[in-house]
């Protein structure tokens, strides 16, 4: 079940002249709802300020946004207590053509969607993913902003289609770790935690942000850096990010194996102390 | 003046769950209509077919997408003498996330424009270009067609404002010339033509491939190879192709300036002798 609300109207299409539909010419941000609040709203707002800074599209008012998710969940009854919503921000109705008039007004779309939460095994036990076939190109423009244009991920997404594989993982062209899907990756070599340096391509998501700071705010070092798939494969552990789940151990991907190792175990517990706390024990 | 049509049924909407504009899940072509006729059908439905091919589209039945335009056509009474249509084929309705359903039904939105010629001036002295900041990402898996995802192409086209300036012309990370933002180019060295090889990134246009199947059923040699932005700027002609169009020669990028010379002149009147009428003299 999912409700779309624009300008506080319920809606279930939008103008053919919009931009998103031409040319993906937009942003997203997909929010978990906890206890009746957007989590990590100060992280999607940065996001999206960013976004709407590079591609040129003006911001709408931020608390607009806000007020616009949880007028929405309250008009379309979805329980507050756990919900996600996506908010789209398009750069508008335009005549046909690249070129973006002067003084595009923006269109903002909000969604809310109930939510189921992650099966606890998944937290204990980690999940399994793939390494998909299809890379993500460097694109140094667009790169850590979540925009419309998807397709990479769709196209990896789309390679595999048995349930038990919870998510594919994406390298660029040079066989670097980039990201998941939906997702991001963390490794741990000898107790030290890395992610991958997100600034020629894949999404910076929020809960990426959010470990970040929380490991530097415990005191605790954390490197983003370049990742070959090689290194990836032989970190002691690996875990994955994402707005919705929060923390997730991985214990398969293709052949390899791993143990739910004591560093994520260390992660999970200090974001479920720091508001994520489906990733507590 | 626009008018769209999904099914045989006007349009001023596409549903909010059409994955087009969450993800830019989908393709598009733009087509001269000419003497009533869409001009280079054939070639507009083999980049369909393979764009739909790659993205894993149900590729809607090729008389239902003809028929549609003639109809829309005439509904909108639109002149067919001289116009434009818009074919977009969208992955479909469906509920959120990347994976895409099983037996999801393609959306096609058919949309007719009134269309301008271009003032026979700039077929006569050529156009001016600059070239564009932007880079264009190699992405073999997405090189050559047509997507709905066209940020790159969005921001590239936003970096000038001058109507003086025809067009923008895009290299990607390696400093090789791929294409014009709306077009294709070609560059001539001592009366050899090449044009960009568009294997890694880029449109590869419906008259980028006519004036290539025409120049060859000339006899004449025509080289698809990689071109340096040194080498475009070396060269004694260059020249435009983009299906509304046809050929325009290029008379200015940034500080250099060309002369609109033979060979240009002879692929004008080799494609103007075959279906390409405004590039006549």
Redesign the interface.
């Known amino acids: 079940m999912?409700h779309?609300y624009c300008d506080g109207v319920s809606?279930?299409?939008?103008?053919?002249?919009?931009?998103?539909?031409?040319?993906?010419?937009g942003l997203?941000e997909t929010i978990a709802i906890r206890d009746g609040e957007p989590r990590l709203w100060s992280l999607h707002l940065n996001r999206l300020r960013e976004g709407c800074h590079r591609?040129?599209i003006g911001l709408p008012d931020e608390e607009v946004l806000y007020d616009g998710i949880i007028a929405a969940l309250h008009d379309a009854s979805v329980d507050p207590f756990y919900a996600l919503a996506?908010l789209?921000i398009?750069?508008g109705s335009a005549?046909?053509?690249?070129?973006?008039p002067e003084r595009l007004r923006s269109r903002v779309?909000t969604?809310v969607?109930i939510a189921q939460p992650q099966p606890q095994e998944n937290y204990r036990s980690g999940v399994e993913t793939i390494r998909c076939r299809?890379?993500i190109?460097?694109?140094p423009?667009?790169a850590g902003i979540k925009?419309?244009?998807?397709?990479?991920?769709?196209?990896?997404?789309?390679e595999w289609q048995n349930s038990n594989v919870f998510e594919g993982l994406m390298c660029d062209?040079d066989g670097l770790l980039i990201c998941g899907?939906?997702s991001n990756v963390f490794v741990v070599h000898d107790q030290s935690i890395s992610t991958p340096v997100l600034d020629q391509s894949g999404v910076a998501g929020v809960m990426r942000q959010h470990v970040l700071n929380t490991l530097r705010a415990d005191g605790g070092g954390i490197i983003e850096k370049n990742i070959s798939w090689d290194d990836a494969r032989s970190a002691d552990e690996v875990f994955l990010t994402n707005s919705q789940f929060g923390v997730m151990p991985m214990r398969q991907c293709g052949e390899r194996q791993w143990h739910v190792g004591p560093v994520t175990g260390h992660v999970m517990n200090l974001v479920a102390q720091n508001g994520i706390e489906e990733c507590g024990s």
């Open positions: 999912s779309w809606i279930d299409s939008i103008p053919i002249d919009d931009r998103a539909i031409h040319y993906g010419d997203f591609l040129g996506k789209i398009t750069a005549p046909r053509g690249y070129a973006r779309l969604g969607f299809t890379t190109a460097a694109q423009a667009l925009t419309l244009g998807r397709l990479e991920q769709v196209l990896a997404r789309n062209a899907t939906m």
